[in-house]
């Protein structure tokens, strides 16, 4: 098949770019022809960077672009902002478009909260009416569609369920000695340094932990975007820099490649996810494809995700937090036990190349005509041939 997909895309630090490299990575590994329109700034293979994400009329020349590639399917990585102004209200009018020549739309929401705001029931209902196919990664977030839209045509049978991927990949075993970090018990915090994230919350007990735990060592590997949350960021890292046991926490910054990122969280014990805000984690899948023990927050999507998974522990409390990692960093048996768990279920379930098969068998179901024997063969022309 050709799958066009719309989404943000590598070097563009997002969340859902990562998410669609890997996702067309793993269509293309299942034999598929994949391109990408993408913001600005965006590279790779069959990337095409076409529109600005502030712009308010990108559905037009996005339009133009994608139809001339003869896409089979379309599918929009969706998030709040990404596609110009009023909350990216323009996809609808792209949506629309691709009804009109009959190009089915795939759309994967990746925030869906259990209530929605008027803005988001407004362009949901919209976008729910017009495409031929909704995805979540959670069955909470397909109840809460439903709630919202149930009675709306097809509702049911439009909205599925497709966990989020993960990468399978084999962890860094030389992690620790990499960092400097030999024979520590390495409690790790990554992602952007925002309020939402909570990282305020496992500084302010690390002390008590390093009474508990004598190799406890907390790593904070973060990044921000532009000057986003300058106050939380200065009284963060005044938090750590003054704490008693300074000594014992290691700070690292910046956008780091993947396999550099890789190594940092394979030298962890346990990862913390402390987070006040959120729908589900792209940190926690890249956790789980180094097999890493997680201890998380109780949003619903990391409950749903830790249960389903057995990987990790759920933590309400700060004595919980406190609690549950030093359980982590001591139990050998049991944090092998958790990195078995995850292991089995990136294999089962999440790994994308299960993944990237759900979606085409999806769609494949939205074609008009069939095309099940039809497939897509590429042959690098030989150097030797080249001119």
Not at 28 to 42: C, D, K, W
Not at 128 to 133: G, P, R, Y
Request: with cysteine; glycine share 6%.
């Amino acid at each position: 098949m050709r799958i066009g997909f719309l989404s943000t895309y590598p070097p563009i630090e997002c969340g859902i770019a990562t998410y669609t490299q890997y996702l067309t990575n793993a269509m293309r590994a299942a034999g598929n022809e994949v391109f990408v329109l993408s913001q600005t700034g965006a590279q790779g293979e069959a990337v095409f960077p076409v529109f600005d994400g502030g712009s308010s009329s990108f559905a037009a020349p996005v339009y133009n672009i994608s139809t001339r590639m003869t896409p089979d399917v379309m599918h929009i990585q969706h998030e709040y902002g990404l596609y110009g102004a009023q909350r990216g209200v323009g996809v609808v009018d792209l949506i629309m478009r691709y009804r009109l020549v009959g190009i089915p739309v795939v759309i994967t929401l990746h925030t869906v909260y259990e209530q929605l705001n008027s803005d988001e029931e407004l362009i949901l209902k919209h976008i729910i009416d017009e495409c031929a196919a909704v995805i979540v990664h959670e069955e909470f977030q397909r109840e809460t569609l439903l709630k919202y839209f149930g009675r709306m045509r097809r509702a049911k049978k439009k909205i599925r369920v497709i966990e989020h991927g993960v990468r399978e990949v084999t962890p860094i075993l030389d992690a620790k000695e990499k960092l400097g970090l030999k024979d520590k018990k390495v409690i790790l915090l990554c992602g952007y340094f925002r309020p939402t994230k909570g990282f305020h919350k496992i500084a302010e007990i690390f002390p008590e932990i390093c009474r508990r735990e004598e190799n406890a060592v907390l790593l904070v590997a973060g990044k921000t975007r532009n000057i986003e949350f300058a106050d939380y960021r200065r009284e963060l890292f005044t938090l750590l820099n003054d704490s008693p046991v300074s000594d014992r926490i290691q700070i690292l910054r910046g956008q780091f490649p993947q396999y550099t990122f890789d190594a940092i969280v394979s030298a962890a014990d346990v990862v913390v996810l402390p987070y006040e805000v959120g729908a589900q984690s792209g940190i926690m899948a890249q956790c789980f494809a180094q097999g890493v023990p997680v201890v998380a927050s109780p949003l619903k999507g990391f409950q749903l995700l830790v249960e389903r998974s057995g990987g990790g522990l759920i933590a309400k409390t700060s004595a919980q937090y406190r609690n549950y990692i030093l359980k982590i960093l001591r139990d050998d048996k049991l944090r092998a036990e958790l990195r078995e768990n995850i292991q089995r279920y990136v294999r089962k379930h999440a790994g994308w190349s299960k993944i990237a098969r759900t979606h085409e068998k999806l769609y494949r179901s939205l074609v008009a005509t069939p095309v099940s024997k039809a497939r897509y063969v590429y042959f690098p022309e030989p150097a030797s041939r080249q001119s």
